[in-house]
Structure formats: structure tokens, C-alpha cells
Antibody, heavy 121, light 107 residues
């Protein structure tokens, strides 16, 4: 069964750090770029970051550069998002998603169920 | 950055209605657009990729059209399980950008 499972969320104080993980199963992780998307409470979806299949390329939302880092360990079928210097507005549900290239374009065809991050003092 | 303007932000419709949601890109994105459905408390689900290709397993009452800067998601014969929020997302360039979302509610 194809599955993406996030973990590592929870409560963190402003200025603190947190590492989110996404473990995948059921497909060849090394063949796919991966992405993080977040959703603040009651708000819309916001793309956060993407990483290529071999980690050669990483991309971030402009508002997050310098505070978040993305990485992956293909041997462990795992994707990570390191959140540093967190702020109140980083409070959100964070989803990992697989990026699939087909029909000469890409899209996010598989999603995890999400992990909640709460930033509060 | 490419801006995605989605409309309407919400709509009320009845079971059996035909519903149309529009996304406009601030620049040409070819057909690099996907549509996603999100039920409350759930992860998003891909409906359409490449502007018009239907995700396997998604009912054929969902259809997508458009290219360049204007895109449309149409739901014909609206069903109870279709009441959700829908988002467009451009995959043409980074940063990826979502539309603001359209909440489809029961009239």
C-alpha cells in the first residue's frame, strides 16, 4: 500500500526549532521529488518547500528562506523539514506530498495526512 | 512569482447542479495546473493534473479545461460528497502557488 506518514509535530515556543519527518512506503522514493505544504487554521493551502529526488535542488517559499531547511534520506525513505526560529504564524498543519511528472507536467499526486505544529508561548 | 486568482471564494449549490470554478494565472503557465479537493479535516486530494487530465478513480463528472492563463474546473451533477473546498495550483515554476480556494456549500 502506498503511504506517506508525517510525524514530529507538536507544540514549540516562538524562536524554537522542530523537525518534521515524512516516511513513505509502497513506492520507489528515490524516483520522486517531494514537497511540503502547510495550512494555517481556517486558511488555505500554502506551498512551503520542494526537494528533487537526489537532493540536488531545493526550493522554498520566499517568506521562509533562511528559517526552514528541507532534506531527505533515500536510504530511509524519509523526507524532513527543519523549522528554525519559528513564529506564531508557522502554526499550521504540515503535509508532505509526492510530486509526479506525467503528461509533460507535474502535480502532487499523493499526500500524507498531515502533522500539526503549534507555536505558542 | 506567479499569482493564482481563484473565483468564486465560495458558492452555494444543490445536488445535481453544475458548478464552475475559475483560476487565472498572472502569466502564461501552459497547462501546468492541477485541481485539488479538500474535505474538512482531511488531506488534499488530486482531481485534475495537466489542466485537463482526470486522476484515476475520480468520477467523470469532474473535468478541467484551459491553458495559458485561464483555467476552469467543472463539476457536473453535483453529489453530496462533492461539498468541499477546491484549490488550483500552478506547477509551472517555483515558488509553487495555490489559488485562494473555493468552498462549495450546500444550498
Amino acid at each position: 500500500e502506498v503511504q506517506l506518514e508525517e510525524s514530529g509535530g507538536g507544540w514549540v515556543q516562538p524562536g524554537g526549532s522542530l523537525r518534521l519527518s515524512c516516511v513513505v512506503s509502497g513506492f520507489s522514493f528515490t524516483n520522486f521529488a517531494m514537497t511540503w505544504v502547510r495550512q494555517a487554521p481556517g486558511k488555505g493551502l500554502e506551498w512551503v518547500s520542494s526537494i528533487s529526488s537526489t537532493s540536488t535542488y531545493t526550493y522554498f517559499a520566499d517568506s521562509l528562506k533562511g528559517r526552514f531547511t528541507v532534506s531527505r534520506d533515500n536510504a530511509k525513505n524519509s523526507l524532513y523539514l527543519q523549522l528554525n526560529s519559528v513564529r506564531d504564524d508557522d502554526t499550521a498543519m504540515y503535509f508532505c506530498a509526492r510530486e509526479r511528472y506525467e503528461a509533460l507536467t507535474s502535480s502532487f499526486d499523493l499526500w500524507g495526512q498531515g502533522v500539526r505544529v503549534i507555536v505558542s508561548s | 512569482d506567479i499569482q493564482m486568482t481563484q473565483s468564486p471564494s465560495s458558492l452555494s449549490a444543490s445536488v445535481g447542479d453544475r458548478v464552475t470554478i475559475t483560476c487565472r494565472a498572472s502569466q502564461d503557465i501552459r497547462n501546468d495546473l492541477g485541481w485539488y479537493q479538500q474535505q474538512p479535516g482531511k488531506a488534499p486530494k488530486r482531481l485534475i493534473y495537466g489542466a485537463s487530465s482526470l486522476q484515476s478513480g475520480v468520477p467523470s463528472r469532474f473535468s478541467g479545461s484551459g491553458s495559458g492563463t485561464e483555467f476552469t474546473l467543472t463539476i457536473s451533477d453535483l453529489q453530496p460528497e462533492d461539498f468541499a473546498t477546491y484549490y488550483c495550483l500552478q506547477h509551472n515554476s517555483y515558488p509553487r502557488t495555490f489559488g485562494q480556494g473555493t468552498k462549495v456549500e450546500i444550498k
